[in-house]
DNA sequence: TAAAATACTTATTTACTAATAAGTTTGCAA
DNA sequence: TTGCAAACTTATTAGTAAATAAGTATTTTA
């Protein structure tokens, strides 16, 4: 099964994006690599906000994706994939999609913004009720209710995606492993 | 005392890079609003990476100045005045100026880059003596490092200006008291 | 097999961007 | 009062950006 452009105009865009920033990439970035015209990038995503609102949503089906494997884990193997999730994007050398629209927002139209919105909320949401079911299950401990951890925790890792590009490496597996050990009894 | 048109362009672009991104302003936007010409402001900063650096240069002085002002305070009031600052970041619609300089990483050139380190272990190593100190104190409560402790605080709070962009209001006091219910004893 | 849709390319436009060279004005110092 | 430096403006350039119109080849469909 091979990708088709489209996916791959997708696939690059969200890698310049999280590198980059949504300002500092052009249709050239993507044309150049794909051995297309520029005009080939603008036939399937007429505006750069279109090809934004397609990022989005691509996050929104592999989020979806992601949380249909995890549905019969553990609370505790939930959280650890969804960090080490994260450790792979520091890897990579990018940052979190959330983070990387978040510091762009003012240069993003509405129907993007409402797509990131959405992909957000999917995200907390998710995080909340495992964090609600491990409190259940006794297996995490917290004084704070599900939603305020839920966004501690995303805060955390997704902000320490843009931290250590300052800091370095080592702070990555520091937060990372304190977040395990704040929350997991 | 008047400020000076220098100034005026660094306090102006730093204003435009946390509300838009680096990327995202040009000269021009800094120069209308002052009634200069653009090339007013490259008399004073060459290059827009040279304007980079002075906002670095003045975030480290403005830092400098606030840790100065700050050291007979207790521990516990260094660290709420410190998320209070950050709560005024939010409520004039910017984002911290660490997690900017990080998503726009890769199109600052090494001199920008190095003063955005400095200035990052500036607070890192301010928040972390803190911390040591409150823990010394028993004021705080932790199982983490200095260092480590220090790192969750921060990324919590930059994170949370950014975020708040897309899920809401509400959510940036959640993550502040929640920041100061679990370290504070 | 004719036509219509798909997946592009060629070619161009309009607008903006950072940057610079060459003036001009103003105030101060010798 | 001359001269020189500071703080600009005028004017321009070279490059890049997103976007679009019009054309072409290939595949699909009726």
Redesign the pocket.
Known sequence: MST???EKIIQLGDDLLRKQGFNA?????I?KPL??????V??YF????DLAVAIALWHKDIFDRFSQKMANKEPKDKLKTFLNFYHSIHLSEKVDIIGAFATDWHSLEPKVQTEVQEFTELVINWLSELIQEGLDLGQFRTTQNARTTALRILSSIFASTQLVRITGDHDFTRVKNSILEEFIN
């Not at 990439?25 to 970035?29: G, I, N, R, T, V």
């Not at 007429?46 to 906000?49: G, M, T």
């Open positions: 088709s452009t489209r990439f052009s249709y050239a970035d044309s051995q297309i015209k520029n005009a080939a603008h036939y007429p505006s750069k906000q």
